[in-house]
């Protein structure tokens, strides 16, 4: 959730937005959200750690494409950079010895899944992902994607079935994350 918060707060570093005392404000809204949707627990401080960082990483990705899809098309950029991903993956994986022969045995169901969502969840929403940012601030898009665990669970329920409920404060996170992204939008739609 804090990657709008630093793509935000990174804007003006890469292009030339200016940082909003609206955005910043709908990003603690927004912050709160995810908040109640993933419980504040500090057992689990490490994670949290690795998330920020893993953030303010994905926010200098976002921001750099918004900047790359001015230049390249889309289909483009998301092709090498995900060959560069799947290379340095590779490299490490031989690397570290974590392939064997049978690193690629894989059930004919596992395989659909997996090219279900390397295809339709990873790569085609990668593509329309950059190359809605000809249209979009690298903000709108950041603070739009923090609706993944929102649609995750509603689509793992859909897809397997289970019928496991929800704490209240997944509800009313999800319903502040869509508000927040409405919020967005209406703001938006006022300026000139």
Known sequence: SSTALFVAVLSPLFGKRKLTTYVMSLEVVDIGGLGLIYGSETKYS???????????LASIFTLANAELIKKATATAITTTEMLAGAGALSIYLLA????????????????FWLILLAVVATAFAFVVSVE????LSPFTVAITINLEPVYSIILALVIFGDSEEMSWGF????????????????LKSKKP
């Not at 490490?46 to 303010?56: D, K, P, Q, R, T």
């Not at 509800?171 to 209406?186: D, H, M, Q, R, S």
């Open 132 to 135: 809605i940012m000809k249209r």
């Open 46 to 56: 490490a994670g949290i750690v690795f998330a920020l960082i893993s953030s303010l």
């Open 96 to 111: 570290s010895g974590k392939v064997d022969s049978t690193f690629l045995e894989i059930g004919l169901t596992d395989l």
């Open 171 to 186: 509800y009313l996170g999800a319903v502040i994350i869509v508000g927040t992204i409405f919020v967005n939008a209406w």
